[in-house]
């Protein structure tokens, strides 16, 4: 028997060319990773913002939360409580299961087959993850793309009279009804934004690891700045947002099966394409606990 000598290979890092994203190569993420290459990793989601790895075809459920422990406190899947047709205890507890494909009339994950709007996940919390890891294996021919936006770039590209005026200010996101638009449970259904329930937080946030400003939007619907009338608000968040989500901002991701997308959640949104119905998708998900926002 030949001794095998341990040879660690360098993740490639292929900018996507657009406001944010980047592809990762030579990497097999059923693989341990080295120290170096989760190094290399880290760089280049805090330089990208989103990484995607395609071709990981065979990558395991167990093997999709080992990695995404490389960067952080993993949280559990939230409890489903009779939504779902199978019960999930034989996934792992960190895997969320996002699907439109119903088995007996109840749909196996979350999310449907509808647009899911512009948002950043779970912001309506005091401590919104810090990002999440999408892995496809099931995808549709068509539609269900995910688009990414740059909240670094839209703070930075506002012009400088409207980025004093909302420095200070701070915003209430809606925890309400998730990106699909559905009631969560135990909420009702609240539509005067002065009402709204959910956590605040500034406008204008500080990255915990590039300490580089960026603006934090969360959700439109229920949004409501602390202080100013109702219509001010809204004018000023239809402002906000309508800058936020403009093309030049974002990035596409096209789905093929076996693509891990990896999103930092603090300094970027995204929102889903509708797809058709009678297609499947399906992908697993897990969410990396995040710190209090600055
Ligand atoms: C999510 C999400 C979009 C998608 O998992 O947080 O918004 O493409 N998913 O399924
Ligand atoms: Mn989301």
Not at 253 to 269: A, E, P, R
Request: aromatic share 6%; hydrophobic share 40%; net charge neutral.
């Amino acid at each position: 028997m030949s001794s095998a000598i341990e040879v660690t290979h360098a993740p490639t890092v292929s900018p996507s060319g657009a406001a944010l994203g980047a592809d990762i190569g030579s990497i097999d993420l059923n693989e341990a990773l080295a120290p170096a290459q989760v190094d290399a990793i880290k760089a280049a989601w805090a330089d990208h913002l989103v990484l995607r790895f395609r071709n990981q075809k065979r990558l395991t459920l167990e093997n999709l939360v080992a990695f995404s422990r490389h960067f952080g406190t993993l949280d559990k899947r939230p409890t489903a409580s009779g939504k779902m047709s199978v019960e999930h205890d034989a996934l792992p507890p960190a895997i969320t299961v996002i699907s439109n494909v119903k088995v007996g009339g109840k749909p196996l994950g979350a999310l449907g087959d509808g647009e899911a709007v512009w948002h950043a996940d779970m912001t309506y919390n005091e401590r919104p993850p810090k990002g999440a890891c999408l892995y496809a294996v099931e995808v549709p021919p068509a539609g269900g793309d995910t688009h990414f936006s740059n909240m670094y770039r839209a703070y930075e590209t506002l012009d400088p009279t409207l980025q004093s005026r909302i420095r200070d200010l701070r915003c209430v996101h809606d925890a309400s009804r998730n990106s699909a638009g559905e009631l969560r449970l135990g909420f009702s259904d609240n539509t005067d934004p002065r009402q709204t329930v959910g956590a605040t937080h500034p406008l204008v946030s500080v990255h915990a690891v590039t300490g580089r400003a960026c603006l934090l939007l969360g959700r439109r619907r229920n949004a409501y700045i602390a202080g100013l009338d109702l219509e001010e608000s809204e004018a000023l968040l239809d402002q906000l947002w309508a800058h936020a989500t403009r093309p030049e901002l974002t990035w596409t991701q096209v789905w093929k099966v076996g693509d891990v997308m990896m999103w930092d959640n603090s300094c970027t949104m995204h929102r889903r394409d509708s797809f058709d119905p009678g297609a499947r998708r399906l992908m697993y998900r897990t969410q990396i606990a995040g710190d209090a926002v600055r």
